[in-house]
């Protein structure tokens, strides 16, 4: 099929989405941007929402291979953040019009942490008289858990597949009976049954990843009626398995880092030009592998914006990956930053409104 036709389709079968993915000429990617980007004006318009992301603890009980902050890593300084700073920060985030929060830790599932969330998701709502909208990303918990969350407040998960292609979870997770696909997928139909807008993303250019995976990937959100995507390239973390194999195998590269950019993005535009009208955050790992890649994220068709409000202190012992960025900006300055960024693609910034993606309201998910 010729290009102009495939990025004009109603329904996309898994070839076309491979296909699409695929694209390496200049002005044929350029082409896919350009169509994703009219999908999103047409579906969600050019507003970015913001979602101000608070990393208020490193502490994890998981040990994913990949992610720096892993309960294995002895180098990392764990911290929790004072309840009145979260506050502080909350009440930061509403006076700044941004709309929404997200609540960001490793996982913890023990009832202390459980009570403490709920208590937090109380008194931010209270302070903003209900008017912030709140996204949860504290991984898996109980089916009761994740009701009294969302009783308390929350009306928004983001929980990432991580990969669709369970085998290759596998080879990503220590296999001690913590870590199952299974259970990430279970997780994602019980706050799907809750009542919440559900996220969900992947990771890119993964050691031992496919484009036939990434296909799968953006299908799995598809059939699992996904409102929000949170997804972004794999970045090293020198002190984890997969980023020392990374490094091992000489991965890290500019043109592989190059290599892993440009399949984010394209993964951002193939999903808008598929699911239409969710919620596409850009996210921040693109910005790892390259100083624009949050605005080249948001031309290929992302409209979710998460600008770091951690408090500055914090911000340098949260890192998930090497080259976190605006690790030593204050939130005032990310805010000021964001608007020029997001002026200079030509969008606006939708302040003071949740935005919710569209696609929740007209989901089909049973
Ligand atoms: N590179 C990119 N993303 C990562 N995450 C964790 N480690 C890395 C890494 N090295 C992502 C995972 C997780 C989210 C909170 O951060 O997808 O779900
Ligand atoms: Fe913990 Fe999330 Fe990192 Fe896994 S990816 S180790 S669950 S913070």
């Known amino acids: 099929m010729d290009l102009p036709d495939l990025l004009h389709k109603k329904n996309y079968s898994r070839d076309d989405i491979i296909d699409l993915l695929s694209l390496t000429d200049a002005d044929d990617v350029q082409a896919l941007y350009d169509a994703a980007y009219a999908v999103k004006a047409a579906y969600v318009g050019r507003v970015v929402y913001y979602r101000g992301l608070i ?8 040990n994913c291979c990949y992610c720096g902050i892993r309960r294995d890593n002895r180098d990392v300084e764990r911290f929790d953040t004072d309840r009145d700073d979260i506050l502080a920060m909350a009440k930061w985030t509403y006076d700044n019009g941004y709309g929404s929060l997200t609540l960001q830790s490793g996982e913890r599932q023990d009832d202390e942490f459980i009570a403490y969330i709920e208590g937090l998701l109380r008194d931010i709502k209270k302070l903003s008289d209900g008017g912030l909208g709140i996204t949860l990303c504290v ?3 109980t089916e009761d858990t994740y009701r009294r969350w969302f009783e308390a ?7 990432r597949i991580e990969t669709s292609n369970p085998a290759l979870y596998a080879t990503l997770h220590p296999q001690d009976g913590h870590h199952q696909w299974s259970v990430r997928k279970e997780c994602l139909d019980m706050l799907h049954r809750l009542g919440y807008q559900v996220g969900t993303g992947d990771m890119i250019g993964l050691p031992g990843q496919t484009l036939e995976d990434l296909a799968d990937d953006i299908l799995f959100y598809r059939d699992m009626d996904i409102a929000m995507i949170g997804m972004g390239p794999y970045v090293v973390h020198h002190n984890t398995p997969v980023g020392k194999q990374f490094l091992a195998d000489d991965l890290d590269t500019d043109a592989g880092k190059l290599h892993r950019l440009h399949l984010g993005l394209k993964m951002i535009a193939v999903t808008r030009l598929v699911l239409k009208d969710v919620n596409i955050a850009s996210t921040t790992a693109l910005q790892a592998l390259h100083p624009f890649g949050r605005e080249l994220g948001l031309k290929a068709g992302a409209n979710i914006l998460m600008p770091i409000v951690t408090v500055p202190k914090f911000r340098s012992q949260y890192l998930l990956y090497d080259n976190k960025p605006c690790v030593d900006e204050v939130p005032a300055q990310c805010k000021d930053c964001l608007r020029a960024r997001v002026a200079s693609v030509g969008d606006t910034v939708g302040l003071g409104k949740w935005g919710d993606s569209p696609h929740f309201f007209h989901h089909t998910h049973p």
């Open 55 to 62: 990393e208020f603890s490193n502490r994890c009980i998981k």
């Open 139 to 141: 991984g898996e918990q």
């Open 153 to 159: 407040g929350a009306h928004r998960y983001l929980l």
